[in-house]
């Protein structure tokens, strides 16, 4: 089956503590997302990646980091200077065509204790 | 000027009825404007999606109306079902550009 994995899909992390969350695509999509859900806020853009080894912030980048070191992975970690990480994140993926058709994975809930 | 506002936030519907959910936008140089069904701790789907080029776009029972000189576009769900219960958000962007400007979603109820 082509599409976004996103692993784990829950997880629990304590104050101060970095995390890393995962994700894949097959669908050979040169483009990769990341954004945050938090209740009535939308969907909110925290980094994008348009080509391996090249990525940019969105409009959240505060606290977070990624790598594209492989066309089929984006990794998103929270660190610990994101001050309000509990939220629901997204991993999406966009292939070549002209228009924006992005594609979501099942997304991981981030929870601070 | 890159905001899309989304209205109602959220909407209640009887089965059958019609299902009406409005975006509006100021930047004139978006040019695709997609939809989005999100049900509970899934991510978002691909609904439909329209360029300002046509005035209405159908999909089943799923039909997008745009009107470019209002700078409005709306998501109508015919014979809404229990189903269709999800969060709907619209988006939009400039063909080329990399990112999409989502509205703040509308959660949608349609009781049986």
């Known amino acids: 089956d082509g599409g976004i994995t996103q692993s784990p899909k829950y997880l629990f992390r304590k104050e101060g503590q970095n995390v890393t969350l995962s994700c894949e695509q097959n669908?050979?999509?040169?483009?990769m997302y990341w954004y945050r859900q938090d209740p009535g806020q939308g969907l909110r853009l925290i980094y994008y990646?348009?080509?391996?080894?090249?990525?940019q912030k969105g409009d959240i980048a505060e606290g977070y980091s990624v790598s594209r070191e492989k066309k089929e992975s984006f990794p998103l970690t929270v660190t610990s200077a994101q001050k309000n990480p509990t939220a629901f994140y997204l991993c999406?993926?966009?292939?070549?065509?002209?228009?924006?058709?992005?594609?979501f994975g099942p997304g991981t809930r981030l929870t601070v204790l | 000027q890159q905001q899309v506002k989304q209205s109602p936030q959220s909407l209640i519907v009887q089965k059958g009825g019609i299902s009406i959910i409005n975006c509006a936008y100021e930047?004139?140089?978006?040019?695709?404007f997609p939809w989005y069904q999100q049900f509970p701790g899934k991510g978002p789907a691909l609904l439909i999606a329209?360029?300002?080029?046509?005035s209405e776009k159908k999909e089943g029972r799923f039909t997008i109306s745009f009107n470019k000189s209002a700078k409005q576009f709306s998501l109508h769900i015919m014979d809404s079902q229990p189903g269709d219960s999800a969060t709907y958000f619209c988006?939009?962007?400039?063909?080329?550009?990399?990112?999409?400007?989502f509205g703040k979603g509308t959660k949608l109820t349609v009781n049986p």
């Open positions: 669908l050979n999509h040169d483009a």
């Open positions: 930047n004139t140089a978006f040019d695709y």
């Open positions: 990646s348009q080509i391996v080894n090249d990525f």
């Open positions: 999406a993926s966009r292939g070549q065509g002209a228009y924006n058709e992005q594609f």
């Open positions: 329209i360029r300002p080029d046509v």
């Open positions: 988006a939009a962007s400039i063909v080329g550009s990399e990112k999409l400007v």
